[in-house]
Each structure stands twice: as C-alpha cells, then as structure tokens.
C-alpha cells in the first residue's frame, strides 16, 4: 500500500497534498521546479516530475548468436526502442540475413547502422498513433479473408488461392507482434494508457482476443495446406455443400464474436455460444458423406472439418472475454 497524504485546502478553496521529500530530493526538485499532472482513465493523478523531458530510449545489446532472430522479437514485444547486435570480430552473411529477415516481420523496425562487427535496430513507431482497437480490427479483417478464402481453395482445389491464404498469415503475424508491443508499452507508461483511453485490464482482454484471432488465422493455414496436399483433387459435390455450410456459421461466429468484444455486448456473445448445437449436428453428415469418398482424401476431409471447428471455439472463447 502507497504512502498516505491527507488532503489540505487553502484559505481560497485550492486543495493541495504536500509530496514526499524523498520523492522530490530522488528527482532533484526545487522549490519552483514544474511537475506536470496527467489523470487517468479510471480518476488517478499521475505526478510527472521531468516535465517536457524527452524520455531516453530503451536499449538492449545482443551478442550475435545462434537464437539471434528470436532475441530480436522478443526485445521488439517488450518495447524496446534501440536493439544494438554485436559481435567480437566480423557478423557473417548468414547472420545478417537473418537479422534482416526479421527485421522483415516486425513492424516499425528499421536497421539504422550497420559495421562490420555491429547492427543497429531502431524501432521508429509512436505508440499514441497506434490504438490497441486499430489494429485488432485491421489484423481481423486478414484473418477472416484467410478463413474464407481456405475453404474456397479447399472445395474448389485452387491451389494459388491456398498459398495466397499462407503468404497473408505473414502479415498477421507482423500486425499480431505489433499489437503486443503496443500493449506492453501501455501497461508500463500510465500517461499513454490514459491517452489511449485503455486501462491495464483492457490490454489483457486486447492481448487474449489477438491471442484468439492469431489462432483462427493459424486454423485457416492448416485448412489451406490440406488443399496442397491433395493437390487439386476436390471433394464430391455433398461434401462441398456440407463443409460451405460449417464454415459460413464459424465465420459467423467469429465475427458476431469480435463485435460482441468489441461493443461488450452480452447478449451478442451468449449468440455465438448458441450456435454449438447448430455445429455438432453437422459434424455426423460430414463424416457419413466423407466415408463414401477414397481413402487418400477421407483423412484431409476430415482434418478440414476439425480445423473448422476449431475456428468456432477460439470464437467462443473470444466471445466468453465479454463476460
């Protein structure tokens, strides 16, 4: 528990509350010196005492090793803005592609120097220009186009709109990592959390729904590369009904799901729990109509319709974060 103050009132009817003296000596105030006040989202007072002082940039140093490529996200997730790599004599080519893959996959990352024996990362985003809501809903919007389109490539064998579903899983998941550094940062600056209007508790619903959506777009990949394996064979015409039929309620789900966390509707998301019922009758139809096609396609049929269902409980799981 913090220090208690009471609360004091000036003959004009100003309150004040003396600040501790230890606090002000940490920080070097003097009698004059500005402090600047920020309220938050839920009514608390944030006492800043470098007023107009440009915070300085979070610095990580990282040898160039062997698991160089997941150091770098995991410094990026964290909110570091200056990722400095180097290494005792020369950094090999090999390296440096991989940095620069990386760097790739990480959005606002940039390489800013680069010597013989050392690379410079500097991430060049403004977390305030970034609201957690934005991206969730741009990173959605990928995510429900690879689920549609997965399907598409299944019944129909298109095998370009199959690889066209894994290349977008790539740009999910540069705008999934961004949205998690984005919260990490919040969490850790009350100021921007304030700005932003999103308390600590909504960054974890926000991380736990980006955490859900990145799932559905990892379901869709694997529906897409059942498509490449049977390499342009398509299931019969039934089968094709029945699978279109399940995946247009999943997609439903999900997206009656997003809306409901978005909006923290009830009501909305207790609709996407109640289409269970609706799920379990297909399954049976799926599996009599698939028995009755060849043995090498039987296993991919019904590997789709698991990944399907998949898709429909990280919706409920995504709607269940309303509650």
């Not at 399940?246 to 289409?275: G, I, P, W």
Request: charged share 25%; hydrophobic share 40%.
């Amino acid at each position: 528990m913090g220090e208690l103050r009471k609360v004091q009132r000036t003959p004009t009817g100003t309150f004040f509350v003396c600040l501790p003296r230890s606090w002000a000596d940490h920080y070097g105030l003097k009698k004059g010196n500005l402090v600047e006040l920020g309220e938050t989202g839920d009514g608390k007072l944030l006492v800043d005492p470098k007023y107009n002082a440009e915070p300085l940039p979070k610095l990580a140093i990282l040898d160039a090793g062997p698991y160089l490529s997941r150091e770098i996200v995991g410094r990026y997730l964290l909110g570091f803005d200056i990722i400095r790599i180097e290494a005792k004599e020369r950094i090999d080519f090999d390296v440096r592609n991989s940095v620069k893959a990386t760097v790739g996959s990480l959005i606002g990352l940039e390489i800013v120097e680069e010597t013989h024996s050392q690379i410079v990362l500097q991430c060049l985003l403004e977390p305030s220009g970034f609201p957690p809501e934005k991206i969730l809903r741009r990173n959605y919007a990928i995510v429900a186009g690879m689920h549609r389109d997965a399907l598409g490539s299944f019944v129909d064998g298109d095998l370009q709109l199959a690889k066209s579903v894994t290349a977008r899983d790539d740009e999910s998941n540069r705008l999934y990592f961004l949205l998690v550094r984005i919260l990490r940062t919040i969490i850790q600056n009350p100021g921007l959390s304030g700005k932003l209007g999103v308390s600590p508790i909504d960054c974890l619903g926000y991380r736990l729904a980006a955490s859900l959506i990145e799932s559905i777009g990892d379901a869709s990949v694997q529906v897409a590369s059942k498509t490449m394996e049977l390499a342009g064979v398509t299931p019969s015409e039934e089968l094709r009904q029945l699978l279109v039929s399940l995946q247009s309620t999943c997609y439903e789900a999900h997206e009656q799901a997003l809306k409901a966390f978005v909006n923290k509707d009830v009501a909305l998301a207790e609709s996407v729990r109640s289409m269970h019922e609706r799920i379990q009758l297909m399954f049976p139809e799926i599996e009599r109509a698939a028995k009755n096609q060849s043995l090498e396609v039987m296993p991919q049929i019904l590997a789709v319709a698991s990944f399907l269902r998949q898709i429909y409980e990280h919706s409920v799981d995504l709607a269940d974060l309303v509650v």
